[in-house]
Structure formats: structure tokens, C-alpha cells
């Protein structure tokens, strides 16, 4: 887990596993974290929604947010157990045109974020 968060980058602080060994400041600025992307998501109309996924099994603190997109729906369904086949589909048969798209896709996020740290 990197904290000290701030939104242009993470300086390490402490190696943890879970999102319980957080302090309380620290789960407060990754929820922030969480809603302003999860909100440029939405209001970039990138998904409707969103799963969100915080596994322990690693030996470092990840989370995971998963803009679910209609082909997921069409070609796996919904749930957690696909989003592994879902990423392997993805990188396995991502074009070039995808790629680009998921690029420009980035940078946008990335202005909206910039623009929500004017109002924090």
C-alpha cells in the first residue's frame, strides 16, 4: 500500500495486505479516491456502472475498479468470477484502434480528476 496519497502520485509508507489495516485517514482519502474516479467513470459516460475489488490474497494492498462495459455483459455475464476472463479476453484480442481508445479514455479521466482537485 503506497499513502501520503495525493493525487499525481503515492509515496511508500508501510507494507500492508487488507483494507481493515488502513488508518482512519487513509480509508477516508481512498474512498475519495474511489468516488471522484468512479463519478469520472460515470459522468464521462465510460460505464454505468462500476465493480469495485479489494482482494486480500495478494501479499499487497490492490484495488481493482472495473468499468463494466455492455460487451462484458454480452459475452460473460455478470459477476465477480468473470473478471479474470474478461481482462484475459480483453488483453488477448485488444486492436490497436482499442488500445488507442483505452489511451484517450485515460487522458480524459485524467483531465476530470485534475479539474475535481481545483474544488477539493
Known sequence: MKTNM???????????????????????EIGNTIA??????KELKIAET????????SKHFHIWIFPNQEWM??????????????????KDNASDADIENVIRTAEEIKKY????DKYD
Request: zero cysteines; aromatic letters at 10%.
Open 50 to 57: 462500476v465493480t469495485l475489488v479489494q482482494e486480500e490474497r
Open 6 to 28: 495525493q493525487r499525481g502520485g503515492y509515496e511508500q509508507k508501510r507494507h500492508i495486505q487488507s483494507f481493515a489495516e488502513l488508518t482512519a485517514d487513509e480509508r477516508t
Open 113 to 116: 480528476i485534475e479539474g475535481e
Open 73 to 90: 455483459l454480452e459475452k460473460f455475464g455478470y459477476g465477480l468470477q468473470y473478471l479474470r476472463d474478461i481482462n484475459a479476453f480483453a
Open 36 to 41: 471522484i474516479a468512479e463519478r469520472a467513470l
